[in-house]
């Protein structure tokens, strides 16, 4: 998913929902149907989020993932 091209770069910072743990980065990514924000890394490393079969197919085909 990283590999997906840079889509925006907005200039604020958040905070985890879940651990309260900020990200410094919010950087959104595409593969040109899909986008993505940069965060969303933290919540399937960390709190073991499922992304929907649609998309993990998807990006597979392009060769993001």
Request: aromatic residues 16%; proline residues 3%.
């Amino acid at each position: 998913m990283k590999k997906g091209g840079k889509y925006s770069t907005v200039a604020s910072v958040r905070k985890c929902e879940i651990c309260k743990k900020y990200e410094g980065s919010v950087n959104y990514y595409t593969d040109g149907y899909w986008i993505w924000p940069e965060w969303v890394y933290h919540y399937i490393d960390c709190h073991g989020l499922k992304l929907p079969n649609l998309f993990i197919d998807n990006i597979r085909k392009k060769n993001i993932l």
